[in-house]
Structure formats: structure tokens, C-alpha cells
């Protein structure tokens, strides 16, 4: 097992998988998701500041719900946060939807490109060996 300190209330755990926090600290900050969901739903179109005061959650948290599409804002709304990539505004998810077309384009070609056709020809030179060109 692989042992390690929770980020949040440095106590030792036996860490799994995921982010590295014990059970107790996974455990409160599910419940601090409910309650900021619940306070966007009543509160549709408060800024991201906002929500991290009245809820004492850190933005980087909120960001992180929303980069995770646990969180979404509404098309309407005036929050968002940033493409990783070029930096646009969005509502959910990591890239914008112009970054997303990029990037399945070009693993598509990546995964579809026609395989190098190699010609093998002969060489003969009297006795000697032969060796086919690659």
C-alpha cells in the first residue's frame, strides 16, 4: 500500500487513487459540492468570488468542479472560466468547442493515416549475398 499525508489535514493515510486527501477529508468536501450547488441554483449568475466567499471554498476548487463538468454554467451566465488551451471563456469542461474540433481532427488523422507503402526490389550482385531494401 502506498502511504501518504492528506493535503488538507496532513494526517497519514493509505492513499488509493485520486486526489490526495483521506476519506474523512473526500467525505466533507462532497458535501461542500452539494452546498455550492445548491447556492448556484438559487443564485444563477453569481460570480465566481462570489460563491467562493459565501461558501468557503477556494476558487481554484470551484474551477476544478467545473474543469470536472460536475459543476456548469448556465449559456446566459456571465461566469465562466478559461479554454486550457487558447484562453476563451467557457461554461464547463477544459477547451472550448473550437479546441475540441482541433484536437479530434488531429488524433482522427493521426489514427486514419494510410500506412507508408515500402517497395522492395532485388539487388543482385553475382555471388554475393542478396539484401532486401527496407
Request: hydrophobic share 30%; glycine share 6%; with cysteine.
Amino acid at each position: 500500500m502506498d502511504v501518504r499525508t492528506c493535503k488538507s489535514c496532513k494526517r497519514i493515510f493509505n492513499y488509493l487513487s485520486g486526489p490526495v486527501i483521506c476519506s474523512a477529508c473526500a467525505d466533507k468536501l462532497e458535501e461542500k459540492f452539494k452546498e455550492v450547488k445548491d447556492y448556484i441554483r438559487e443564485h444563477p449568475g453569481a460570480p465566481l468570488q462570489k460563491v467562493s466567499d459565501d461558501n468557503e471554498v477556494s476558487v481554484k476548487q470551484l474551477k476544478n468542479w467545473v474543469r470536472e463538468e460536475r459543476l456548469k454554467f448556465d449559456d446566459d451566465s456571465p461566469v465562466g472560466i478559461e479554454c486550457m488551451n487558447c484562453g476563451a471563456m467557457i461554461k464547463y469542461g477544459k477547451y472550448c468547442e473550437t479546441c475540441k474540433g482541433k484536437m479530434i481532427n488531429t488524433l482522427s488523422h493521426a489514427v486514419h493515416e494510410e500506412p507508408k507503402k515500402v517497395e522492395v526490389s532485388r539487388k543482385s550482385d553475382g555471388n554475393r549475398m542478396r539484401f532486401l531494401d527496407t
